[in-house]
């Protein structure tokens, strides 16, 4: 499609859309009434299984108890029927490789009765163990092509549900996917691995507190999601948001977020139309989403659900992401989840909301009213203090992508290096117990005490005050939100590396507290000493200032803080010694486990910068130089004809673009020789590397030359919707 009808299509759709006939409304369905309609919930099986199976399954979903395979068969009849009454005809095992994305392959019901005829079929061990061919999916040389049988391994505390689409409706039944020796080939296996040691050193902790519960104690998650909107009819006139997912062109329009009119400001209709469905086609899903509004940017939304238990809450995440996908198209524009599919406006993170609890505790990350609770918050929330400083680099390392590095450090997204924001009250607080002067906490925390007995521990301020938007993970009063993650990433590896950190941390609390009492200390005494402890090893990770600032980098510099500037230089903190030592110890992954995702994740990225400097090269080649060529043959056309009439004229804006045309063709030359070099480079590593330090800055030699171009040329020879008609007409 070219520009011109591309952007007439556009401004149609916009024009003539109609709200009235987006085709539902909630008058007569309340969404109360389709809440958790197509999912195989607590409520369906209370009502279907049999009493004993029922008992039993829920003990493995809620108490972590090992499932009986006897129960299996069972569960598969009923959730068969169940899905067959709501016209499914398909089931599929959903599972998370390293590709970021679902994969699903579907498999019908439908067995033949030997009769000619067919019956309806699901046994307890199709729905407990899956085979999927593992070949085509990444496994960074664990699996050689011969032995590529993988299986996906049935996640009971994941809810099945049934996805709808237009002429279907298919059974999904989460998934763990792992080889058939064993190895691990997704994000959900580590995750749910790294839940159990957190869960397990999480209790050690509560029971020197004497704190008894039945639930596990486990990580939540709220997932905040930040997604673009724009008509879909430009993506059709754009080779790089089709192939890329960003703009890889573009010049900067007129004005771009700098009036902040965009924030939380009127939702358009059309949008949100789209939302309402979405939102209806999640309820359906069982997703609790909750909030929705404008973001910073033109055209730029979040939409967020109430927290969930962290493993729920990743599939959920991609069950929105696949929602905001699918349901666009139906309102005629395309969502965005990159990180950064424009230049000079804000791209997109997924705020990562993390607490640790259960439904007896609530959040341990809660001050709480008493002495006795916030003794306990102390401790978590000085296990995260220390957790971040000794592996600040591996959760750095959780968010590296091609698509991040856009955002990350660029000032509109935390900085790259892992700091902690405490609040001013809250850091005088802990500050106190280092110095050991108490009575400097006066103000953060109301009343003076000398002595930090639990028994007479100070209340501690609930609030952290101002919001911090700079800080990487900032503590917002029952929770810590960790703001690196981007919105097209799955969060399983940042709550992967969060749980296992913390683990790692309450572990040592606990060995700390029963040593010093061992040692004949009162366990407040205890306690103190391990306040003190992390305050005086660790605190180098509190920031609470500008974490844009110049300052804070040389601060942080100075501090230690490791500063992992893009994807080469982070991922390679996943193979370090004090990381394999700590997933192998909590049981998470073995070393081989980690080198295969490492070097997946390497290739990964440079396998995203080839195809955007392959498109780069392309367009440049293909639709920016010839409509320069032809503004070219005009204006030379034009001078010939004024210098035919024996007039004078000026070449000036000729040789502008002449000189724009040669360098962009140099550029392009130049870009295509660093991807050969770069391409042609064996080690892993180093190609990263080259990928970013020499490929990334040609790329993007050739687009400022081409940006500059789009402001010299006339309209109507410019085949690129531009990123005023992009960003602006909605
Ligand atoms: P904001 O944009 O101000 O950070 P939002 O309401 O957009 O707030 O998102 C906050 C997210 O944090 C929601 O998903 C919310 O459910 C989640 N959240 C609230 N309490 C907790 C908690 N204890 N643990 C994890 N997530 C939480
Ligand atoms: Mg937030």
Known sequence: MSKTSARQSAIQAITTYNPESAGFNFREVKPTQIFGCNVFN????????????????TKTIRYGETLDPAIADTVAAVMKDWAIEHGATHYT??????????AEKHDSFLMP?????????FSGSMLIRGEADGSSFPSGGLRSTFEARGYTAWDVTSPAYLQEAPNCTVLCIPTMFLSWTGVVLDKKTPMLRSGQALGREAKRVLDLFDVKCDLPVVAFAGLEQEYFLIDNNYTFARQDLLMAGRTLFGARPAKGQEFSDQYFGVIPQRVLSFMMEAERELYKLGVPVCTRHNEVAPSQYEIAPVFEQANVAVDHNHMIMAALRNVAKHHGLKC???????????????????????????????????????????IFCCALIRAVHKYGGLLRATVASASNDHRLGANEAPPAIMSIFLGDQLTEVLAAFRSGHLEQAESGAKKAVMDIGVDTLLSLPRDPGDRNRTSPIAF????????ALGSSQSAADSITALNAMMADSLGYAADWLEREMKGGKTFNDALQSFVCHVMEEHSAVIFNGDGYSEVWHQEAERRGLP???????AIPVLQTPEVVELYERLGIMNPAEIRARTEIYLEQYCKTIRTESVLTVRMARTSIY???LAFQKQLAETCAAIKAMGREFQTKTFDLVTGHMRALQERTAELEAVMAEAGAESDLQKQAQRYCTEVLPAMNAVREVADSLECELPEDLWSLPTYQEMLFNK
């Open 563 to 569: 500063n992992f500037h893009n994807t080469p230089e």
């Open 476 to 483: 917002v009063g029952n929770r810590f939100e960790f703001r």
């Open 113 to 121: 009765d030997g009769h000619g005829g067919v019956i309806a079929e």
């Open 626 to 628: 010839p409509a320069a």
């Open 93 to 102: 095992h959903i599972f998370y490789p390293l590709t970021g994305q679902t």
């Open 336 to 378: 965005l989840l990159h990180e950064k599919p424009f230049n000079c406006i804000n791209g997109s993170g997924k705020h990562l909301n993390y607490s640790v609890g259960n439904a007896e505790l609530g959040s341990l990350f809660n001050p709480g009213d008493t002495p006795h609770s916030n003794a306990k918050f102390l």
């Open 42 to 57: 607590d409520k369906v099986m209370r009502e279907r299984l049999p009493k004993a199976v029922y008992r039993s399954l």
